[in-house]
């Protein structure tokens, strides 16, 4: 919206020129959503506390969590609005990536919100039937994929890559793309809810893979850097470091209400969303496996889960004390700040070794 005019303005004063740089629009955007984030928030949790309702807590979870009983959730509004409105102002609109990762955030953000709903106001904990949230899920997961194989404009847009090895490339059948791309959207919008359990703990991991994955977009839409670094061109990519910038900016934003103790809860609205959108911008970059690396907490907490069930299952036996791990360590004994602090310097490490995938190939 904003780019627009300043297109128009360059032709009267140059210094305008500056807004046609991936890099300043994407500063622009960050600030953006962390200033709307600051200035709405106080006002959206008002709100959320009017619906006399809160996040549902585990009876059979650790005992210090009974004491957030009440707190507002669905908080995850707060990020999808801001992120939204910074990418509509410093957005190019007419990049169908950006449209394709707006309208995924929206969708399985529309999933969360309704999930939410269904728990807070109508007063159900179980909030939507599994299958019926899996279906959904697993509609527009699979819609984005066929967009994204139908209108794929490079081979490189559909070849699966391994990072490390710069000369293992394998190039994907219409069958083959949307499947990846279905795991990975529908994978990490499950992994990214289950991890958002203890207060600020998934979001700053996602705030994290975030960047990350605006400089892999960055690089990708690049002719020069994708050559220098070995790495897919993926013309129009680069784009998507707008909207990457707008989530860290909005996630710093909500991570002021959310660090610990929690003023509201992300809810599912914002971690299916959040989830699904990171999974989306790296299938455009065709760095699927890198973004495994660099979202391992997520990886971690959703095997967890995985091998709690079917140990269970198989022998009647807990492998954790609970599952998702992250409640495994708070029956262990430790504080919850304990725990959100060693998760985000694992996420750290990890999204350091997922850049350094760029150089060592």
Not at 93 to 119: E, P, Q, S
């Amino acid at each position: 919206m904003l780019l627009e005019l300043t297109r128009w303005l360059e032709q009267l004063q140059s210094v305008f020129n500056l807004f046609g740089y991936l890099t300043f629009r994407g500063i622009l955007s960050a600030l953006t959503a962390l200033a709307l984030s600051l200035w709405w928030g106080p006002a959206v949790i008002r709100r959320l506390g009017q619906l006399k309702g809160g996040q549902p807590i585990r009876k059979d979870g650790p005992q210090s969590h009974f004491s957030k009983a009440g707190t507002p959730t669905m908080g995850g509004a707060l990020i999808l609005i801001t992120v939204i409105a910074s990418v509509l102002l410093w957005g190019d609109l007419r990049n169908k990536y950006v449209w394709i990762v707006l309208l995924v955030m929206l969708a399985f953000g529309a999933i969360g919100w309704y999930d939410d709903w269904i728990k807070i106001v109508r007063r159900d904990p179980n909030g939507l039937k599994s299958r019926w949230k899996y279906l959904l899920q697993s509609i527009f997961g699979l819609a984005a994929g066929l967009y994204l194989w139908l209108y794929a404009d490079v081979p490189a847009a559909t070849t699966f890559y391994v990072p490390l090895f710069k000369s293992v490339a394998l190039p994907l059948a219409g069958v083959g793309f949307v499947a990846i791309a279905y795991l990975w959207i529908v994978g990490f919008s499950n992994a990214v809810n289950l991890t958002d359990g203890l207060d600020g703990l998934a979001i700053m991991p996602t705030v994290l893979v975030a960047c990350a994955l605006g400089i892999f977009a960055y690089a990708s839409g690049h002719a020069e850097f994708s050559k220098y670094l070995q790495i897919p061109q993926v013309p129009g990519a680069g784009e998507l470091v707008i909207i990457c910038a707008a989530i860290a900016g909005a996630g710093l934003g909500f991570l002021w209400f959310n660090t610990y103790p929690a003023m509201v809860f992300m809810g599912d609205i914002g971690a299916l969303a959040l989830g699904a959108v990171l999974g989306t911008i790296a299938i455009i970059v065709r760095q699927e496996l890198v973004l495994v690396i660099m979202g391992g907490i997520f990886v971690i907490e959703t095997l967890s889960v995985m091998i709690q069930v079917a140990s269970f299952k198989l022998t009647g036996k807990r492998v954790f004390r609970m599952a998702p791990i992250h409640h495994h360590f708070e029956l262990k004994g430790w504080p919850e700040p304990r725990v959100i602090v060693r998760f985000w310097i694992i996420s750290v490490v990890l999204v350091l070794i997922g850049l350094a995938t760029l150089k060592v190939r």
